[in-house]
């Protein structure tokens, strides 16, 4: 059973990597879009996929965030990365599965998972 | 939407644009009465009176977007074939207050589901807002507060994946106990 007792044990762990986490260049932001239409097409599954993965690999330069509506419902649920220095990745009409695999591409190794943005998606 | 807390997540997006600072959901199960309640309040910047009577109506947003706006009317629509009552009170300036009541074991009641990763989503991602969360079920009930969490973590961002996990998992085990682990 999970109390705030453990809550507190984590905070100890992750303390002393704050300062890194705020200052370090190349922090990566991953914004998921959290309005009606990213909801409806399964976007909360999704950032729940990004969260967990980036915990288990314990990485420490990702921030995941959410935002309204980007504006193209179709392709729900959306997900933009932003790096700094880099040109933002737009991915779209993600899964959870698909998420795990940004993560680990993308995120981790700096390879863009080109056949999930939207350049690569005809509608 | 499939489940009760994807419309709740919805439902508070409203409430974040709105700038609200204090953003109060609770969610009853009343074994006694039949009837599950959601409230969802929160303290920003309201509306008027000719806003609420338009805000049900799914062609009506104050987005730019597009034209429609289904978020207030998917949850109407849960709550009224369940037997249910939807109510919107607000005041400009002062804040919302959104409550559906459902039939609790009416059989078109869609399942709560994930109340867990909502929160954590919320609460995770919207870091200067404060949240508290109240589950109930009969005569028991779980509380959690930003406030509250806040002050353990001593300065480590809520947003932290490690800590949103951790977050997900505190508020999953606490509600199946309560719930006997159906929702």
Not at chain 2, 137 to 156: A, P, R, W, Y
């Given at each position: 059973?999970?109390?705030?007792?453990?809550?507190?044990?984590?905070?100890?762990?992750?303390?002393?990597?704050?300062?890194?986490?705020?200052?370090?260049?190349?922090?990566?932001?991953?914004?998921?879009?959290?309005?009606?239409?990213?909801?409806?097409?399964?976007?909360?599954?999704?950032?729940?996929?990004?969260?967990?993965?980036?915990?288990?690999?314990?990485?420490?330069?990702?921030?995941?965030?959410?935002?309204?509506?980007?504006?193209?419902?179709?392709?729900?649920?959306?997900?933009?990365?932003?790096?700094?220095?880099?040109?933002?990745?737009?991915?779209?009409?993600?899964?959870?599965?698909?998420?795990?695999?940004?993560?680990?591409?993308?995120?981790?190794?700096?390879?863009?998972?080109?056949?999930?943005?939207?350049?690569?998606?005809?509608? | 939407?499939?489940?009760?807390?994807?419309?709740?997540?919805?439902?508070?997006?409203?409430?974040?644009?709105?700038?609200?600072?204090?953003?109060?959901?609770?969610?009853?199960?009343?074994?006694?009465?039949?009837?599950?309640?959601?409230?969802?309040?929160?303290?920003?910047?309201?509306?008027?009176?000719?806003?609420?009577?338009?805000v049900e109506d799914?062609?009506?947003?104050?987005?730019?977007?597009?034209?429609?706006?289904?978020?207030v009317p998917?949850?109407k629509?849960?709550?009224?074939?369940?037997?249910?009552?939807?109510?919107?009170?607000?005041?400009?300036?002062?804040?919302?207050?959104?409550?559906?009541?459902?039939?609790?074991?009416?059989?078109?009641?869609?399942?709560?589901?994930?109340?867990?990763?909502?929160?954590?989503?919320?609460?995770?991602?919207?870091?200067?807002?404060?949240?508290?969360?109240?589950?109930?079920?009969?005569?028991?009930?779980?509380?959690?507060?930003?406030?509250?969490?806040?002050?353990?973590?001593?300065?480590?961002?809520?947003?932290?994946?490690?800590?949103?996990?951790?977050?997900?998992?505190?508020?999953?085990?606490?509600?199946?106990?309560?719930?006997?682990?159906?929702?």
């Amino acid at each position: 059973m999970k109390s705030l007792a453990e809550l507190q044990a984590l905070r100890d762990s992750m303390k002393d990597k704050i300062g890194v986490r705020d200052d370090a260049e190349g922090n990566i932001r991953v914004v998921v879009g959290m309005a009606t239409c990213g909801i409806a097409a399964g976007a909360r599954p999704v950032l729940a996929a990004f969260t967990e993965e980036v915990s288990k690999r314990n990485l420490q330069n990702v921030t995941i965030a959410q935002t309204g509506c980007i504006g193209i419902c179709q392709y729900e649920p959306v997900v933009e990365v932003y790096e700094p220095g880099k040109e933002k990745v737009t991915y779209v009409k993600m899964t959870p599965e698909m998420a795990v695999k940004v993560v680990n591409d993308h995120l981790v190794n700096g390879n863009v998972v080109t056949e999930y943005t939207i350049g690569a998606k005809t509608l | 939407m499939e489940e009760l807390s994807l419309n709740i997540l919805d439902i508070a997006q409203n409430s974040v644009r709105a700038n609200a600072t204090q953003i109060d959901i609770t969610v009853a199960e009343l074994p006694e009465q039949d009837r599950l309640v959601i409230t969802i309040a929160d303290n920003g910047c309201g509306m008027t009176p000719e806003q609420v009577a338009h805000v049900e109506d799914p062609f009506y947003t104050t987005r730019t977007t597009r034209k429609v706006g289904l978020g207030v009317p998917f949850f109407k629509m849960a709550a009224l074939m369940t037997g249910g009552d939807f109510s919107i009170q607000s005041q400009v300036g002062k804040g919302t207050l959104v409550k559906a009541t459902f039939g609790l074991t009416h059989i078109d009641r869609m399942p709560l589901g994930n109340m867990a990763d909502t929160m954590c989503i919320l609460m995770g991602c919207n870091e200067q807002i404060h949240f508290s969360f109240t589950y109930q079920v009969g005569e028991k009930s779980f509380c959690v507060s930003t406030e509250q969490l806040q002050q353990v973590l001593d300065g480590v961002p809520l947003n932290t994946p490690q800590v949103m996990e951790f977050l997900r998992g505190y508020i999953k085990e606490n509600m199946d106990l309560l719930s006997g682990g159906a929702s």
